[in-house]
């Protein structure tokens, strides 16, 4: 059995994927930007008019994924919000400057999310360790990893998706994003 997750960036986009059958959104907006969390009035009509399950990227600026504190404190803030509009989950992810995990920052972000599902997004495909981040992940109680196989796009990383979904899929679901269509 497969489930179908539809990248939708905005309402109107969201519910166009829900009529024709997709099995739960990520709901974000900007993706020309890579992404962003979408504003707290978007939010609340997908909370109204959505019966499929969310999950709701947490981004706060376009760019890398090192955040600082400020950036941090927004990203609590939005999961607080998204947790408060009964939202299923959440998608997010946090590196140092050195491409490595930010396992202190994802905790908190874990945290804040309490009973929400948690996917770490694309950030592990330019990650400088990435095994050692799955890893890290997975002993954190992260549900699943959005990934590309540090590709592009998801056709051209499938064998790393494949070599990871082996290695670690008993552990954390396994997600190929990117390009899929």
Not at 45 to 68: C, F, M, S, T
Not at 120 to 138: G, K, M, N, S
Not at 155 to 161: E, F, K, L, R, S
Request: charged letters at 20%; one cysteine or more.
């Amino acid at each position: 059995m497969y489930t179908l997750e539809i990248c939708a960036v905005g309402l109107k986009n969201a519910l166009v994927a829900q009529q024709h059958g997709a099995h739960r959104i990520e709901l974000c907006e900007n993706l020309e930007s890579g992404g962003l969390t979408p504003s707290f009035g978007t939010l609340k009509l997908a909370a109204e008019k959505l019966n499929i399950p969310v999950h709701v990227l947490i981004r706060p600026r376009r760019g890398n994924y090192v955040y600082d504190k400020t950036e941090c404190e927004i990203m609590l803030h939005d999961i607080e919000l998204v947790r408060q509009l009964g939202f299923d989950g959440v998608v997010m992810g946090a590196l140092k400057y050195d491409g490595t995990l930010d396992s202190e920052t994802i905790e908190a972000l874990k945290d804040a999310a309490g009973e929400m599902s948690v996917t770490f997004h694309r950030a592990i495909d330019v990650c400088t360790q990435p095994e050692a981040a799955i890893e890290t992940l997975i002993r954190l109680g992260i549900n699943r990893l959005l990934t590309s196989g540090g590709a592009i796009y998801a056709t051209n990383g499938a064998t790393q998706i494949a070599r990871w979904q082996n290695q670690y899929g008993d552990h954390i679901h396994i997600m190929a994003g990117s390009g899929i269509n």
